[in-house]
């Protein structure tokens, strides 16, 4: 029997979402040695892949099913609610995360990590820019850029429904005239935005695309060995290449000429060489993760698919937490032995906030959480 939730959803989804939450308070720690154990030390891509591709395939599974049962009238309102709420939730961050920051920090030297020194320095233009959401604080940007994908997920479902390949083509041509023209959104005070919204659609439509009926031939192909042999090469060669950014001594085993070509490797705007890398990696997670895997059902594996279900306010509290860990270990003690003690305390708040949202959102009857 496939396990799904009483949303019927594929609990691996919430599993790599947990997971990849996790990853996320491991890396926004500075200097912590627990980040060894995520995804961006092995390959070209890390978790912030595996939001935007869930999310939107976990959009067009909702939203589709909301289509087919209530009409495009009640389809457009959850998904402008949907963005709506994480427009609060992102305004709601940032209030806690300037508190923390004054309260614990305040030196420049927070002030500069955080990218909040803008915010002390001229209070009432930084809070009209936070409302057009061109300032973003550092661990906070990812969030505006989903909320444009969720305000504008009902053109896109109306454009698959229709027309899906074209939809499909169409946000791949996007993503090229981002990369090719620079294209980008204004940031303030300077800059433009980190998640690079046009770029990254392309796998957020990909996410909703791949949920349709249109991309059966594309599930088969993806469980075939030449899929498999395809990803296995690509991670191998991704693996060899970052592992010569941590060990120098590898440098000159790889050919100098051909490396020149593939930097930089950029993930503001989601390089094809990230993007391929996380394709790979999905393909592989796929194959070798079953529907029935009975592992599902395990303690540890159950706290990941907690966090991935309320993927949302598990992201916004781990940014807080990321922040008390780094001055802990700067104010503190900074040994490895901290940096695991900061790691597994952040993760367990985490669970135990998420255990909590779930039993409190069966008592309700709340739907799935989309981010």
Not at 139 to 155: E, I, K, W, Y
Request: charged share 10%; proline share 4%; with cysteine.
């Amino acid at each position: 029997m496939v396990p799904i939730n009483a949303d019927h959803r594929d609990l691996r989804l919430d599993l790599c979402r947990g997971l990849a939450l996790w990853f996320v308070l491991l890396d926004h720690v500075p200097d912590n040695g627990m980040s060894w154990l995520t995804l961006r030390n092995y390959g070209f891509s890390d978790t912030t892949e595996v939001f935007f591709f869930v999310s939107g395939y976990t959009c067009m599974i909702a939203y589709g099913n909301a289509l087919h049962e209530r009409g495009w009238r009640t389809t457009v309102a959850r998904a402008l609610q949907r963005g709506w709420e994480i427009y609060v939730a992102f305004l709601l961050l940032l209030l806690a995360y300037f508190a923390l920051v004054q309260l614990l920090g305040g030196t420049k030297e927070y002030l500069d990590d955080t990218n909040t020194g803008a915010f002390f320095a001229d209070s009432g233009a930084a809070v009209v820019r936070i409302l057009l959401l061109q300032y973003m604080p550092v661990n906070t940007d990812v969030l505006p850029a989903f909320v444009l994908l969720h305000g504008g997920f009902p053109a896109l479902l109306w454009l698959l429904n229709r027309t899906p390949s074209a939809t499909l083509a169409g946000s791949f041509l996007l993503y090229l005239a981002a990369h090719l023209l620079d294209w980008d959104l204004p940031a303030w005070p300077r800059g433009e935005w980190y998640f690079n919204p046009l770029a990254w659609q392309v796998l957020f439509v990909f996410g909703a695309w791949y949920a349709t009926a249109n991309a059966t031939w594309l599930a088969s192909f993806v469980q075939s060995n030449t899929a498999m042999a395809i990803a296995v090469l690509y991670l191998a060669f991704s693996f060899a290449v970052v592992l010569s950014w941590h060990f120098h001594a590898l440098e000159a085993l790889l050919p100098q000429e051909f490396m020149k070509l593939i930097y930089p490797i950029d993930k503001s705007s989601l390089s094809p060489l990230r993007l391929f890398h996380f394709l790979a990696l999905a393909a592989m997670t796929a194959r070798l993760l079953r529907h029935d895997w009975h592992g599902l059902m395990t303690p540890g594996i159950m706290a990941m698919i907690r966090c991935g279900e309320n993927s949302l306010p598990i992201y916004c509290l781990s940014v807080p937490l990321a922040f008390v860990a780094q001055v802990v270990l700067k104010q503190v003690y900074g040994g490895f032995a901290m940096q695991v003690a900061v790691s597994f305390a952040g993760i367990a708040l985490m669970i135990a906030a998420a255990t909590l949202m779930t039993w409190t959102a069966k008592l309700d009857r709340r739907g799935p959480k989309l981010f």
